[in-house]
T-cell receptor, first 112, second 114 residues
Framework: DGGITQSPKYLFRKEGQNVTLSCEQN?????MYWYRQDPGQGLRLIYY???????QKGDIAEGYSVSREKKESFPLTVTSAQKNPTAFYLC???????????FGQGTRLTVV | KQEVTQIPAALSVPEGENLVLNCSFT??????LQWFRQDPGKGLTSLLL?????REQTSGRLNASLDKSSGRSTLYIAASQPGDSATYLC?????????????FGTGTQLKVEL
């Protein structure tokens, strides 16, 4: 089946650790995105990528990093510099700018 | 800066009722608007996409309208069912900037009761 796969579904991070969230798509979409969702707030854009080996910061990029070495993969690393990383993280993709966006099932990250 | 507001924040209706969810945005220079559904602890499911040149889109019991000049969109759900219970999110895609930089509202949490 075509779609966007995020893993793991749940992730626990200790203070000071970096963790990486995986996002893979087999939809052959050019663009991929990472959003963060907090209770009572709308989704906020962290990073996005239009093509392989290129990505741009979104509205809340501080404390996060990404790579886009392959078209189908867009991993997100939550670094120790992110002071409040506990949230629900959603990955999305779209064929091109201005087209319909599709989302994965999310990863819930908790700092312990 | 684009701001998206959804009213009401929560809604509870009896099964079978027709209902309207509202979405308003402050900057009318949008590329398109997308409605999503989110079940608890899950990702977003795309329901309808309306391009800025369109007035409405329909899918089954769902009908979404767009009035770009007034900065409003509505999602109409006909003959609501308990399975429609979820949070509904609208998102606008701006003309400026690269990519689908969707700006989301905070959603309307819908409960359809038997």
């Amino acid at each position: 089946d075509g779609g966007i796969t995020q893993s793991p579904k749940y992730l626990f991070r200790k203070e000071g650790q970096n963790v990486t969230l995986s996002c893979e798509q087999n939809l052959n979409h050019d663009a991929m995105y990472w959003y963060r969702q907090d209770p009572g707030q709308g989704l906020r854009l962290i990073y996005y990528s239009q093509i392989v080996n290129d990505f741009q910061k979104g509205d809340i990029a501080e404390g996060y990093s990404v790579s886009r070495e392959k078209k189908e993969s867009f991993p997100l690393t939550v670094t120790s510099a992110q002071k409040n990383p506990t949230a629900f993280y959603l990955c999305a993709s779209s064929p091109a700018r201005g087209t319909e966006a599709f989302f994965g099932q999310g990863t819930r990250l908790t700092v312990v | 800066k684009q701001e998206v507001t959804q009213i009401p924040a929560a809604l509870s209706v009896p099964e079978g009722e027709n209902l309207v969810l509202n979405c308003s945005f402050t900057d009318s220079a949008i590329y398109n608007l997308q409605w999503f559904r989110q079940d608890p602890g899950k990702g977003l499911t795309s329901l309808l996409l309306i391009q800025s040149s369109q007035r409405e889109q329909t899918s089954g019991r769902l009908n979404a309208s767009l009035d770009k000049s007034s900065g409003r969109s509505t999602l109409y759900i006909a003959a609501s069912q308990p399975g429609d219970s979820a949070t509904y999110l609208c998102a606008v895609n701006m003309v400026t900037g690269g990519g689908n930089k969707l700006t989301f509202g905070t959603g309307t949490q819908l409960k359809v009761e038997l």
